[in-house]
């Protein structure tokens, strides 16, 4: 093996990172002049940009998340542009898109859509995609998550679809049939202990609901129900324990809780709400 592996892979292993050779391939691709695949074992050290990598990997040695280094992340079926002003997209959310897609199976409706704290837009996007005919408005208190919102949808060509807009949702006063969110959801303690790639690299925004995780939750509930048409549905993602405050917190405000979906490591994740 290469010199500059083996000591790379010793820095990463000695910085408690969880897959320290699958980083290490993203790094070198990342950092490689042609784009061949990486092949730790078999690497040809000329096809690497040396300064461009070392770089990349101190990066990393900080515990910067790799989606944050190489400003991209995957989530459904699209790659998105991130920086530190948003969350990197998480898997666990992907249920939000596979939850709306079970609500609704036709795909050609014409949706009026609400997403409330866009971030990256990968939300809206992906629904976008799935939705040709549905008409999205995506909101963001952040201005530069709004601006990376506003990449995406360049990369992706949805403009025509999302309306992307800096606002609270409190002071939106339309109607929708279908209410999206992954809101802020961490207790404050809960963000202290949270891994460096997330604490350090992530922004807080976007992270903690007050001390007991619960803050949007309960903002949403004063108003959700008169953004939402007769018929609408409204789709969230949750932190760990927090079905049963959730379900409280909306049943208090007159939603009917419809279903509950576990992620992939069992933890209740996504909410889904109606009206009737
Ligand atoms: N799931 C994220 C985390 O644990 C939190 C995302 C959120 O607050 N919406 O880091």
Redesign the pocket.
């Known amino acids: 093996m290469n010199n500059l592996i083996e000591e790379s892979l010793k820095k990463l292993n000695q910085t408690n990172i969880d897959n320290p050779e699958l980083d290490l391939r993203i790094l070198l691709k990342h950092a490689s002049k042609k784009n061949n695949e990486i092949i730790l074992s078999n690497l040809n050290i000329d096809n690497i940009d040396i300064v461009k990598f070392k770089s990349y990997l101190q990066k990393r040695i900080n515990r910067q998340p790799i989606a944050k280094i190489i400003n991209n992340k995957s989530f459904w079926k699209n790659d998105f542009y991130v920086n530190n002003f948003v969350?990197d997209p998480?898997p666990?959310?992907e249920l939000i898109i596979e939850e709306v897609l079970n609500i609704y199976k036709n795909k050609n409706l014409k949706l009026k859509i609400l997403d409330i704290?866009t971030g990256s837009g990968c939300i809206a996007i992906s629904l976008a995609k799935e939705f040709k005919n549905a008409s999205i408005t995506a909101i963001d208190i952040s201005k530069e998550a709004i601006e990376v919102a506003e990449t995406n949808l360049k990369i992706h060509n949805c403009s025509n679809q999302i309306q992307l807009k800096i606002i609270d949702f409190k002071n939106i006063n339309s109607k929708f049939d279908l209410i999206v969110s992954?809101?802020?959801?961490?207790t404050n303690d809960?963000f202290k202990n949270?891994?460096p790639e997330?604490k350090n690299f992530?922004p807080k925004l976007?992270?903690?609901?007050g001390d007991d995780?619960l803050k949007f939750y309960r903002e949403y509930s004063n108003n959700i129900k008169y953004l939402m048409n007769k018929s609408a549905y409204f789709v969230c993602?949750i932190?760990?324990n927090q079905r049963q405050d959730c379900e409280q917190i909306f049943q208090n405000s007159g939603l009917y809780l419809n279903k509950i979906v576990k992620d992939l490591q069992g933890i209740e994740r996504i909410l889904s709400f109606s009206k009737i």
């Open positions: 969350l998480r666990e959310t704290g992954n809101p802020p959801y961490l809960q949270t891994d997330v992530e976007a992270l903690v609901g995780g993602e932190g760990i």
